[in-house]
């Protein structure tokens, strides 16, 4: 192979002109995404875009994100025990500069694409040097990169990277990544309601009865902006509320998705007599639907089973669209095997700067990682 270099980026107006040409598979790698990141990333995030040349052509791109812990105000607030409080103490002081390889923001595979097929040993050294490159950049600042995390790989590519450059970092997994693969057979919501065994086609009507008098909406960016204030608060809630965040998004962000990711990105608004009490958004990537973030009202979740009414519309949305598979993402692993879908382990690379701490990094990280205790279910048995 000829040698290979690569080039950090600050802005995506610097990106060289035919990025989108080699990120033409993943919309997370793409400018309008990476333009919703520049201008309405969380007020804790910076991002970088990573260029990979082949002599003086552009094969491939990356993205990396750095998150300023201490600006954050909670890092959740659901799980009150002492683990949890442990956690946030040992990321607030040993762990605050965090630099990501990959998008902290979303589940998936998603920190890097190359138009043509590259070795593991390439991509490994790539990804350790621009880590150590961004580094650089903050220590002149005067900011030490505390923790540098490798995000989300699936394990025929986690596999391959271990036996090369990150062979001596720390190789973790958290809760698995929920996807739905959808039956070539499915044309139709009725299709996917008839595979339903009995118990879960009885699910379904119970939440389909309960979902009566909402009106769903799939809306303009108009009536995002009119909304953004009530979907903010409406996210703000879920978020707050996760086990664990590192960043709460920008009070603008919905509204940036939609002026930049355009008919890619669907926000569908949740109405009660016209009073928005929920939404779900989706982004459009190939032949995959990537749920994105979403938020309800606790008091509507609990009365009308508001969060599994939603699963259900995106199932019905990828069906009747052709998708081939629908990534739900982690957390409320059990709801989601109840509408089909199923755990896909992923894994990630850690290492911290501190020595003596990344001696013991793989004790202390599962220490902290709190077990999630979940049954998994079998909607089509």
């Not at 890092?75 to 409080?85: I, S």
């Amino acid at each position: 192979m000829k040698q290979l270099s690569y080039k950090i980026y600050n802005s995506v107006n610097e990106l060289p002109s035919n990025w989108d040409v080699i990120a033409v598979e993943n919309i997370f790698l793409q400018t309008p995404y990476l333009s919703v990141l520049e201008y309405s990333a969380p007020t804790n995030m910076q991002c970088f875009y990573i260029g990979v040349f082949e002599l003086n052509k552009l094969i491939g791109v990356s993205l990396a994100q750095y998150l300023d812990i201490n600006k954050l105000d909670s890092f959740g607030e659901r799980d009150k025990c002492v683990k949890t409080f442990i956690r946030n103490f040992a990321f607030k002081n040993f762990a605050s500069h965090t630099l990501f390889l990959g998008n902290n923001m979303i589940t998936g595979q998603n920190g890097y694409t190359f138009s043509k097929e590259i070795s593991f040993k390439n991509i490994s050294k790539i990804l350790l040097e621009s880590a150590q490159e961004i580094s650089s950049y903050f220590e002149k600042k005067e900011i030490k990169i505390h923790l540098i995390s490798f995000k989300d790989f699936y394990d025929d590519c986690a596999n391959e990277l271990k036996k090369n450059d990150l062979s001596k970092t720390y190789q973790f997994n958290v809760q698995p990544n929920m996807i739905l693969f959808l039956n070539e057979n499915w044309k139709t919501k009725s299709d996917y309601i008839a595979a339903l065994s009995k118990k879960y086609r009885d699910q379904y009507k119970r939440a389909h009865k309960k979902s009566e008098g909402i009106f769903v909406k799939n809306l303009s960016l108009n009536e995002i902006i009119l909304h953004e204030k009530t979907i903010n608060e409406l996210y703000y809630y879920v978020a707050k509320n996760a086990p664990f965040n590192t960043f709460f998004l920008s009070e603008n962000h919905f509204s940036t998705m939609k002026k930049y990711c355009l008919d890619n990105f669907l926000l569908f608004g949740y109405f009660i007599n016209e009073k928005l009490v929920g939404f779900h958004t989706l982004l459009l990537n190939g032949t995959v639907l990537e749920t994105y973030f979403l938020g309800y009202d606790k008091e509507v979740q609990k009365e009308n089973m508001l969060y599994l009414n939603m699963l259900y519309n995106m199932t019905e949305f990828g069906i009747e669209n052709s998708f081939k598979k629908i990534i739900f993402g982690r957390t409320a692993l059990e709801i989601k095997s109840s509408i089909g879908a199923i755990p896909v382990e992923m894994s990630g690379f850690i290492y911290h700067n501190n020595k003596l701490i990344n001696k013991y990094i793989d004790k202390i990280f599962s220490r902290l990682e709190p077990k999630i205790e979940w049954q998994m279910r079998h909607p089509f048995t």
